[in-house]
């Protein structure tokens, strides 16, 4: 995986010429790095609402596999990040354990699509971010976080399969640390945004 994106600027004032929002939401299991999505990608210092690990998580949250993860995030991230002049993505993190998932169907109120976020190491704390969604009716795609001790090398094609994802749900590799990936993640997803609405005028 790539280095860390450099510091953000504290404040970025967003362009007189943007007219157009977009709500993206980012899912997936605990520690899978919806949080470093968020802030590698955001033109603006992101909001964060990361917290110490402390005892009382001992026994309720999941961290085999991440078993070096000190903060969790107990609300939701919030970044920004201007498309062009006139479209900008707001993007929401979503927290990733089990006893705050009763949060996520009130972030998808006003979403236009979702980024679900994978950790081939724990494939299967992804099956419920997928499942709300899919519940939604929420457009997605699945970005594959490779981090650098994953041994599993599954390729997207065995990925795609162990999920049981659809063909025209886009499936791409990323590093959610580096920024550029990131962003190729974002302009996935308003493609495929793109596409469906464009299916959805020709058969109108």
């Known amino acids: 995986m790539?280095?860390?994106?450099?510091?953000?600027?504290?404040?970025?004032?967003l362009g007189d010429?943007?007219?157009?929002?977009?709500?993206?939401?980012?899912?997936?299991?605990?520690?899978?790095?919806?949080?470093?999505?968020?802030r590698s990608?955001?033109?603006?210092?992101?909001?964060?609402?990361?917290?110490?690990?402390?005892?009382?998580?001992?026994?309720?949250?999941?961290?085999?596999?991440?078993a070096g993860k000190r903060t969790t995030t107990v609300a939701f991230d919030f970044g920004r990040i201007s498309l062009n002049e006139r479209l900008v993505l707001y993007l929401f993190?979503?927290?990733?354990?089990?006893?705050?998932?009763?949060?996520w169907d009130r972030l998808f109120s006003g979403t236009l699509g979702a980024v679900v976020l994978v950790d081939t190491r724990r494939m299967d704390e992804c099956w419920?971010?997928?499942?709300?969604?899919e519940h939604h009716n929420t457009p997605f795609v699945v970005a594959v976080n490779r981090f650098d001790d994953d041994r599993t090398a599954f390729s997207?094609?065995?990925?795609?399969?162990?999920?049981a994802l659809p063909d025209h749900v886009p499936l791409i590799d990323c590093d959610a640390r580096v920024r550029s990936s990131g962003k190729d993640v974002l302009i996935t997803l308003v493609d495929h945004l793109h596409d469906l609405a464009r299916a959805r005028e020709l058969t109108a």
Do not use: C, H
Request: proline share 5%; hydrophobic share 40%.
């Open 17 to 38: 010429a943007a007219d157009t929002g977009l709500k993206i939401v980012v899912v997936g299991g605990f520690g899978v790095g919806k949080t470093t999505l968020v």
């Open 2 to 13: 790539g280095s860390a994106t450099s510091e953000l600027p504290s404040r970025t004032p």
């Open 93 to 103: 993190g979503a927290p990733g354990q089990e006893r705050f998932w009763f949060l």
């Open 128 to 133: 419920y971010a997928i499942d709300r969604l």
């Open 156 to 163: 997207l094609d065995e990925i795609r399969a162990a999920l």
């Open 41 to 66: 990608v955001s033109e603006i210092r992101p909001l964060n609402t990361e917290e110490i690990m402390t005892q009382a998580g001992v026994g309720v949250d999941e961290t085999s596999g991440v």
